[in-house]
């Protein structure tokens, strides 16, 4: 039964949520997530490629939400050339829809209570602090009393808003998307392909994600600054009607991905940030289920901790900033900075890298060997490179 | 600003450049608060399926 009180609310059932009511709930503390949709992972809007190593901590991985496990990254260049990655480890193509619910269902088994198609209105307050959250179920408006609120709701987030943190982006920093899922066509099952190039897909890339030896995620996000007027709809169709002439859709969908930095403010007196709402995908690739997790997971242990110690100061909180911040925030801040050289790279820089890429040996070439190519010429963003995968690595072992 | 209901997917891609919050997106539908709506565009521009236009 729903309680009208909690320690934590959570609002999003999305990996950020899930992970953080996990992660809360695992280290004592009461807690309510509130989707608004129907069912957690409805509707996907993902490309749903994520690595191995960067899920696992989080969840045991489960054949019901992998639809294909991924081996291979194929670099096209705008001039028709192609280069192949291989040593990025394994990856997989998730099932959303599957997946978002079993991470629900593991923060259940740990005691977190959820609702769906309860949709977050507002804020509520008592002298200056938030108290609790106002949300509409069935039609009709309830409240339900907490210390704190952890936003987890997506690339629409309103949470933050409600809290007076700004978390509006600039055209630049976000991209916007459009992918079908095909079936009928012709690809290599354990190779994701990029293509990328000022007509194909401005300041973005166009994605072909496999999900089995003839379906495929095929989307494209463009840099909000360059999208208008043509929009990714017309660029994916144009592609999807060259490279995959025969394809039959199965699904379509739009979205956002925020590209920015990481939000100024990721905590406030009572309140936290998460996922997309905190603007943690990952800038180049516009990667967030991990970040996501990653952040969450923190989060909802500091939001617990808060809870035993009765602290729910932004002071108190910060915590969790300090935590993401060691992390991934230098990480991070090197992908922004990455991807604001990215948005406006000419074809000719392109076609350079990709050429570049066909000359490193097959067990040399890594994102960070392409990564560092994409920077040449920049030797401070280059050294940020650098050292942004050395931290990495560092934190995988 | 108004928003074509046929087109709109429910993304919410127009909430995160909206400067002024004057957009909100429940379960089935998005709307515009067009006394906080300042013109800017931001949303016109981003939105994946042009489901949204200027008034007239």
Known sequence: ?397 | MKINRELCDICGTCVAVCPVDAIIVSEFRVDIDNEKCTNCLNCLKVCPIKAIEEDE
């Open chain 1, 1 to 397: 039964m729903v309680q009208d009180r909690y320690d934590i609310v959570v609002i999003g059932a999305g990996p950020a949520g899930s992970v953080a009511a996990r992660f809360a709930a695992e280290n004592g503390a009461s807690v309510l997530m509130l989707e608004r949709d129907r069912e957690p992972g409805i509707p996907v809007r993902c490309a749903e490629g994520v690595s191995h190593n960067g899920i696992a901590p989080f969840i045991d991985v489960d054949q019901r939400w992998i639809a294909n496990r991924i081996d291979v990254a194929k670099l096209h260049s705008p001039n028709g050339e192609t280069a192949n990655m291989y040593n990025n480890g394994l990856g997989y193509v998730l099932e959303r829809r599957v997946f978002d619910t079993a991470l629900c269902e593991l923060a259940a088994k740990h005691g977190a209570h959820l609702i769906t198609k309860a949709d977050a209105l507002d804020l509520m307050w008592e002298n200056g602090k938030i108290t609790g959250v106002k949300y509409k179920y069935s039609g009709e408006i309830r409240s339900v009393k907490c210390d704190i609120v952890i936003g987890a709701d997506g690339v629409e987030s309103r949470v933050g808003r409600w809290a007076g943190i700004k978390t509006a982006v600039r055209l630049e920093d976000i991209d916007t998307c459009a992918q079908h899922t095909l079936t009928d066509i012709d690809i290599e099952k354990d190779t994701c392909e990029f293509y990328f190039g000022t007509k194909v897909s401005p300041g973005g890339y166009i994605w072909i994600f496999p999900k089995s030896d003839n379906t495929a995620n095929v989307g494209i996000g463009l840099s909000g600054h360059l999208s208008h007027p043509k929009g990714p709809k017309t660029y994916l169709d144009e592609f999807v009607q060259k490279r995959f002439p025969n394809a039959k859709i199965t699904y379509t969908m739009y979205g956002g991905v925020p590209t920015a930095a990481t939000l100024n403010e990721i905590v406030k007196d009572n309140i936290m940030l998460v996922g997309d709402a905190a603007r943690q995908v990952n800038p180049i690739t516009g990667g967030g289920v991990v970040q996501a997790m990653i952040a969450a997971s923190i989060a909802g242990k500091v939001a617990a901790q808060a809870v035993k110690e009765k602290r729910f100061d932004v002071k108190f909180l910060k915590e969790y900033r300090k935590e993401w911040d060691k992390r991934l925030g230098k990480t991070q801040k090197t992908m922004f900075l990455m991807k604001e050289k990215f948005i406006n790279m000419k074809d000719e820089r392109f076609n350079r890298i990709v050429e570049f890429c066909q000359k490193i040996p097959r067990d040399k070439f890594s994102l960070k060997a392409l990564f560092t190519e994409a920077v040449k010429g920049d030797p401070k963003l280059m050294m940020a490179v650098a050292k942004a995968f050395i931290v990495s690595k560092i934190k995988m072992k």
